[in-house]
C-alpha cells in the first residue's frame, strides 16, 4: 500500500519570500502525485498533479512541485508568497486502483 | 455544474443518535469516497465506491454504513454516533482511472457529538 509523509508539520513564512514544502511518497511503482491546499473552513482544492512525463509540473496560484524518482519525493514550491497563500497543504499519493493517500499535512503562517 | 454538494454542513448528535450526511455529484463520476479529517491525522478514508451497486471499506470503516444506488449520490450513516466520531468529513468524486484520479472535494460537514 502506497503512503505519504510530510516531515514539516509547520512552516512559517514572510510575505514575498520562498515557500518550499516537503512530499516523501512510499509506493512500488509510479505513483500519481497531487497536492492540494485548504483554506480555514473550506473543502480542499487541487494545486497541481503528477501522472507522467515533464517532472517539473507547473500549477494554479504560481506553485509549482518537482517529481524526483530517486528521492521518493514530490515538492512543492512557491518563489514569492503572498498573505492569502496562508493555509494547510496536503500532498497525496494514488495508486490504480482510485484511492488516494494522504500526507498530515502542513500549515503554512504567513507574516507580514 | 454544482460539483460536489454536502449537507449538512454542521451536526451535533448525541451518543447514540444516528443520522446520514449526504452528497451528490452532478459530473458524471464514477468514483465516490467519503474521507474524515482529525487534526494531525490528514485525510483518512472511511468508504468508497467505485459505480453504482459497488462500496468498499477503507482505512477506518467501523461505526460507518454507505450506498450508492445512484450515480450521483453517495450517503454516509452514522449507526450509533460516538465522541470518537466528532471530526470534518468529506466527500469527494472522480473520473475513471484514465484522469489519474483526481479528486474533487465537497465543502465538508463539520460533526460533533457530545
Known amino acids: 500500500a502506497q503512503s505519504v509523509t510530510q516531515p514539516d508539520i509547520h512552516i512559517t513564512v514572510s510575505e514575498g519570500a520562498s515557500l518550499e514544502l516537503r512530499c516523501n511518497y512510499s509506493y512500488g511503482a509510479t505513483p500519481y502525485l497531487f497536492w492540494y491546499v485548504q483554506s480555514p473552513g473550506q473543502g480542499l482544492q487541487l494545486l497541481l498533479k503528477y501522472f507522467s512525463g515533464d517532472t517539473l509540473v507547473q500549477g494554479i496560484k504560481g506553485f509549482e512541485a518537482e517529481f524526483k524518482r530517486s528521492q521518493s519525493s514530490f515538492n512543492l514550491r512557491k518563489p514569492s508568497v503572498h498573505w492569502s497563500d496562508a493555509a494547510e497543504y496536503f500532498c497525496?499519493?494514488?495508486?490504480?486502483?482510485?484511492?488516494?493517500?494522504f500526507g498530515a499535512g502542513t500549515t503554512v503562517t504567513v507574516r507580514a | 455544474n454544482a460539483g460536489v454538494t454536502q449537507t449538512p454542513k454542521f451536526q451535533v448528535l448525541k451518543t447514540g443518535q444516528s443520522m446520514t450526511l449526504q452528497c451528490a455529484q452532478d459530473m458524471n463520476h464514477e468514483y465516490m469516497s467519503w474521507y474524515r479529517q482529525d487534526p494531525g491525522m490528514g485525510l483518512r478514508l472511511i468508504h468508497y465506491s467505485v459505480g453504482a451497486g459497488i462500496t468498499d471499506q477503507g482505512e477506518v470503516p467501523n461505526g460507518y454504513n454507505v450506498s450508492r444506488s445512484t450515480t450521483e449520490d453517495f450517503p454516509l450513516r452514522l449507526l450509533s454516533a460516538a465522541p470518537s466520531q466528532t471530526s470534518v468529513y468529506f466527500c469527494?468524486?472522480?473520473?475513471?482511472?484514465?484522469?489519474?484520479?483526481?479528486?474533487?472535494f465537497g465543502p465538508g460537514t463539520r460533526l460533533t457529538v457530545t
Open positions: 469527494a468524486s472522480s473520473y475513471s482511472r484514465g484522469q489519474g484520479h483526481e479528486q474533487y
Open positions: 497525496a499519493v494514488g495508486a490504480g486502483d482510485y484511492k488516494l493517500s
